[in-house]
């Protein structure tokens, strides 16, 4: 019997499978710069709403930051986590959606609890009793 039987075959070893270059989109620094631009300016645009008041009103100012934040988010999970409609059969995808319904249930969870602490906690301030 000769060595050569007694060797058992070893399957090719693929180096782009295990170095992650698989067919999905990687960012480039373009798309990192941009994604980093954007947030920048969408954490930059809530401050100076709130800083300088200019809506005016202050459930105004509270719906125009959570608009900011949804944005931002959709901002991350492109530019940073890659997510599109075409990556990994459609399940970025509905990660996307499902991370859209929780965010949405957390920010309007967290603004009704904010709200009803404010109502229910707080004492009426009545001025002309402060001696």
């Keep these: 019997m000769s060595s050569e039987t007694n060797v058992q075959h070893q399957p090719d070893y693929d180096a782009d499978a295990a170095h992650g270059d698989d067919e ?11 994604g980093f631009l954007l947030s ?4 930059a645009i809530p401050f100076w709403l709130v800083m ?5 009103s202050n459930q105004l100012t509270a719906f125009a930051i959570m608009g900011f934040a949804v944005v931002q ?3 991350h999970m492109v530019f940073f986590l890659h997510m599109n409609g075409k990556s990994e059969g ?6 996307l959606v499902f991370t859209l319904i929780i ?17 229910n906690m707080m004492p009426p301030h009545d001025m002309r009793q402060v001696p």
């Design 90 to 95: 459609g399940w970025t995808m509905l990660a």
């Design 40 to 43: 920048v300016v969408l954490t």
């Design 24 to 34: 999905h989109a990687h960012g480039s620094f373009r798309d990192y710069m941009i």
């Design 73 to 75: 988010i959709v901002v």
């Design 52 to 56: 300088s008041g200019a809506l005016g």
């Design 103 to 119: 965010v949405v249930i957390v920010l309007a969870g967290s603004l009704w609890v904010m709200y009803h602490l404010n109502t």
